[in-house]
């Protein structure tokens, strides 16, 4: 199964992006980051969005306009998308038919270290994901992680969206779905990436 009427880009952020494609206010971001590599990346980044839309919308990638929700989340007249990145890697979701959310987070084992699963899941899904063997939490930790995320995404509330408010699933095997929360919404585990895990959401 997969996501209809959205279309899924991965890009390498250690490919040289241009910042002649960027708006001026992108490049005040870029020239404020304090190590290259972070600049680099950042650059690689909105250079490839905007390239990626321009061949939705047929125009130039330097006339792409960006507006945004109360809650900063970009959009374009006619187009519907989404951005992550993790590391070395960025995920695009984009869409003409229906709002996206999108994640991708290098499998880290130190990222889900502790009790961030007790802080961040819902009951549901820390005894779940608490219930599985030792050796199986870490992928389903990050199952989980991008399902919500995405979602967050997705609605476009950010931080005002508690990850707690909604359940997922997590398990071995198990489909991406909501369990609990999540009416009108639809989700997919994505595997772009080696070493990474990944999901969208979309409105149905």
Same mark, same amino acid.
């Given at each position: 199964?997969?996501?209809?009427?959205?279309?899924?880009?991965?890009?390498?952020?250690?490919?040289?992006?241009?910042?002649?494609?960027?708006?001026?206010?992108?490049?005040?971001?870029?020239?404020?980051?304090?190590?290259?590599?972070?600049?680099?990346?950042?650059?690689?980044?909105?250079?490839?969005?905007? @390239?990626?839309?321009? !061949?939705?919308?047929?125009?130039? *990638?330097?006339?792409?306009?960006?507006?945004?929700?109360?809650? =900063?989340? $970009?959009?374009?007249?006619?187009?519907?998308?989404?951005?992550?990145?993790?590391?070395?890697?960025?995920?695009?979701?984009?869409?003409?038919?229906?709002?996206?959310?999108?994640?991708?987070?290098?499998?880290?084992?130190?990222?889900?270290?502790?009790?961030?699963?007790?802080?961040?899941?819902?009951?549901?899904?820390?005894?779940?994901?608490?219930?599985?063997?030792?050796?199986?939490?870490?992928?389903?930790?990050?199952?989980?992680?991008?399902?919500?995320?995405?979602? @967050?995404?997705?609605? !476009?509330?950010?931080?005002?969206? *508690?990850?707690?408010?909604?359940?997922?699933?997590?398990?071995? =095997?198990? $489909?991406?779905?909501?369990?609990?929360?999540?009416?009108?919404?639809?989700?997919?585990?994505?595997?772009?990436?080696?070493?990474?895990?990944?999901?969208?959401?979309?409105?149905?």
């Amino acid at each position: 199964m997969f996501v209809r009427d959205v279309d899924i880009h991965t890009c390498s952020l250690d490919t040289p992006g241009s910042l002649e494609l960027l708006s001026l206010d992108e490049r005040a971001r870029a020239a404020g980051f304090r190590f290259d590599h972070h600049r680099n990346r950042y650059i690689a980044c909105r250079s490839m969005l905007r @390239v990626i839309l321009a !061949g939705y919308l047929e125009t130039d *990638p330097r006339g792409i306009e960006f507006a945004y929700n109360p809650n =900063g989340k $970009p959009f374009v007249p006619g187009l519907f998308f989404n951005v992550s990145h993790s590391a070395g890697f960025a995920l695009y979701a984009v869409s003409r038919t229906r709002e996206v959310g999108v994640d991708i987070e290098r499998i880290d084992p130190k990222f889900a270290a502790g009790q961030i699963p007790e802080r961040f899941f819902s009951p549901l899904e820390v005894r779940t994901l608490r219930a599985l063997p030792e050796h199986l939490q870490l992928e389903a930790f990050f199952r989980c992680w991008t399902r919500k995320e995405a979602f @967050v995404k997705a609605v !476009g509330l950010g931080l005002s969206m *508690p990850l707690a408010s909604f359940d997922v699933t997590l398990a071995p =095997g198990e $489909p991406a779905r909501f369990l609990r929360g999540g009416d009108g919404w639809e989700l997919e585990s994505l595997d772009p990436v080696s070493g990474y895990a990944a999901a969208v959401a979309a409105k149905i």
